[in-house]
Structures are given as C-alpha cells and as structure tokens.
C-alpha cells in the first residue's frame, strides 16, 4: 500500500523545517566521486587557448593538461575523459591517424598514467577528431549523401581502441553509435589480453543539437559543415530504443553506460537505472555548460546553486556518474563544504 495520510494530521512541512531533518530525509548527493572531467587536449608546449562558446572551458597541450590532471587528482575526481584536438594535417578520410600508437592521445595517456596512477584516464572512441568530413565513422566514397559505413568503421574503431588501451587507458569510451561496437572492440583488446580494459559505452546518444560548442572546441564543426549524424545517433524522440541499446550494449560486454546530452533526458537515465540496473552515466554536455554560463555571465542564474542543483538531477534520476565540465568546480565547492 502507498503510503498516504491526510492534513492536519500529515503536514509535509513539518520535516522542512529545520535543517538537520531535511538532511536526514535527503534522497540524493552529490560527491566528488560521481565526477568526470572532460578534457581537450592539443600539440604543443605551454598552450592554452580559450573556447569562445565554452567560456572557462580550454584546449591544452600535455605540459599544461598534467596541471589540470594534478588539480583533479587533489579534488579527488576520479577520472579524466580526453578529446584531442587533431591539426588539419591530421585529418584524412580514413581517419589513419587515429591508431597511430605515436599520435597525441597514445602520448598523452602514457604520460598522464606515469604521473598519476591512481588517476582514471578514459579515451573517446570514435573518428571524428580524424576525419576529413567530421563524421564519427568511415563513409561510402560512392555514395553521394555520404553514408557512414558501420561493418568497415568497425575495423577502424578496434584498431583505434586498441592503440588506446596500449598506451595505458583504462576506459576505452565508444562515443560513434556504430552497431556492434562494443562486442568488436572488447575481441579486439581480449585478443591482446587486455582484459581489465573497461568499455564505457555511450549507448543512447542522441543525435542533439547541444554538442555545439564542443564541436568549436575540437574543430570539427567546420569539417562536418551542413552535415549531420542522424544515420548513426538517435532520435530524440525516442525512449524504448534507448532501452533497447543498451540492452544490446549489456549483452556485447560493456561495463559501464552512458546516456547523452544529460538535461533534456533526465527521463532516459532514470529509464535506464530503473529497468536495467546497469552502471549509468550522463553527460551533461557542451551546449548544456554553454547554457548555464550564458545566464550566469549575465547575472541570471547563480553559479553554484544552479549548477548544483543540475548535477543532483542527475543522482535523482538516477546516474552513478556525470561527465561535466563543471566537474573541478563542483568538486572545489563540495569541498569548501566541509
Ligand atoms: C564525438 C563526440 C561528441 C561529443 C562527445 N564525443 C560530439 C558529436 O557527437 O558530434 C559531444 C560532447 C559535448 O557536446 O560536450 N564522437
């Protein structure tokens, strides 16, 4: 039976009204172990370069990123979520560059593990730092509308996963929608014995329009131009088939899993821990930090009470983890709490 009662007898106010009964009848928390910060890295010594619709947000090179990861380390966030920045050089329509054990994310992961162990080090899987079109997979050369190929991104994507997973990444994150990616990426690092490699899966990714600035901040917004991803990405207006995916994602071998954007799909994260009971993520993502900021530049909102309340959504609804870029500050303010 649910529990019910009747005014005067029940007033829902009564635990309200101090502070030490609202804190022992509070639900959800936030803790700087739920954290993930999302991180763009560049070439280059002593860079750091500003994102304009991303403002806080930058692009560094490995010396200035060890920094950051030191920073995070001591606010006792538990892992990094690295995005390169490819120069045009870098980008070609096979994507080569991205399993090339020499290139900047293999050399990055290796230096941030020599220097902090103990620090998570995740890595994006997906093609679209290195493709010449922007799109996340390989596409049809003879197709005039561009399809992305999924059984020959496949290949790509293993190869990929695996350079990663050499280098040292612990998480090895597929961010492309492909079908059969996960169960074709774990093959690909159990052949090479890497078994405790762990595959952070974004299973319902949608196809938003809130990964705006983060594709400012990778450069690859020109590169996709007037393109898109609906091919591969979901549609918003879907739920059932995000279910679906990670179900499918379940069964492939993934461990952890991840719904994206975060804000506008509170109810798909809590679809998700409800009815599958899986480790889940959520991003809260570039145009959802854009957002925010615009208000709070503008004196709108307040910082740290909205973007507190934000992130506990996301424990409300159910999410054991959150990529953010608010991440280092979050755990800052958790902190001052204490
Ligand atoms: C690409 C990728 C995207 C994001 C993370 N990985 C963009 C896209 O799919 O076009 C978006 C993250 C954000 O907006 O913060 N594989």
């Known amino acids: 039976m649910r529990p019910t009662g009747n005014f005067p007898v029940t007033r829902m106010r009564r635990m309200r009204r101090d502070d030490f009964s609202r804190r022992l009848m509070r639900e959800s928390r936030l803790s700087a172990d739920d954290l993930i910060y999302p991180v763009f890295v560049l070439e280059g ?3 750091t370069q500003s994102v304009p619709s991303m403002p806080g947000v930058t692009r560094v090179s490995l010396d200035n990123l060890l920094r950051v990861a030191e920073e995070a380390v001591s606010l006792g966030v538990p892992a990094l979520a690295l995005f390169p920045v490819i120069d045009a050089a870098g980008k070609t329509q096979g994507a080569e ?23 998570g ?14 799109q996340d997979g390989l596409i049809d050369p003879d197709d005039p509308r561009g399809y992305v190929l999924n059984d020959e991104t496949l290949e790509a994507l293993a190869k990929q996963a695996l350079c990663h997973a050499q280098a040292g990444a612990d998480v090895v994150a597929p961010s492309d ?9 774990r093959a690909e690092l159990d052949g090479d014995n890497r078994i405790h490699t762990r595959i952070l899966a974004y299973s319902a990714k949608y196809a938003s329009s809130f990964y705006g600035p983060f594709r400012d901040a990778v450069g690859s917004a020109g590169n996709l131009g007037k393109g898109n991803k609906y091919t591969y990405q979901m549609d918003p207006a879907n739920s059932d088939e995000a279910i679906r995916e990670v179900a499918l994602d379940i069964a492939e071998g993934a461990d952890m899993f991840m719904v994206k954007p975060g804000m506008p799909y509170l109810d798909i994260v809590r679809r998700v821990k409800s009815e599958l009971q899986v ?10 930090y854009a957002m925010l900021k615009a208000a709070i530049a503008n004196g709108w909102l ?24 608010f991440a280092l500050d979050a755990a800052r303010w958790l902190k001052a709490e204490l």
């Open 121 to 134: 080090v995740i890595t994006d899987v997906a093609l679209d730092p290195y493709t010449s079109h922007g």
């Open 45 to 47: 010594s002593n860079v």
């Open 177 to 185: 929608m492909m079908d059969g990616r996960v169960a074709r990426i």
């Open 302 to 325: 307040a910082e740290e009470a909205c973007v507190m309340e934000a992130l506990l959504a996301f424990k409300r609804a159910g999410a054991d983890g959150i990529l953010t870029y």
């Open 279 to 288: 480790p889940t993520y959520v991003y809260q993502v570039s145009g959802e």
């Open 97 to 119: 560059e991205a399993w090339n054990p020499d290139g900047l994310v293999p050399r990055v992961v290796q230096a941030l593990k020599a220097r902090f162990p103990e620090l």
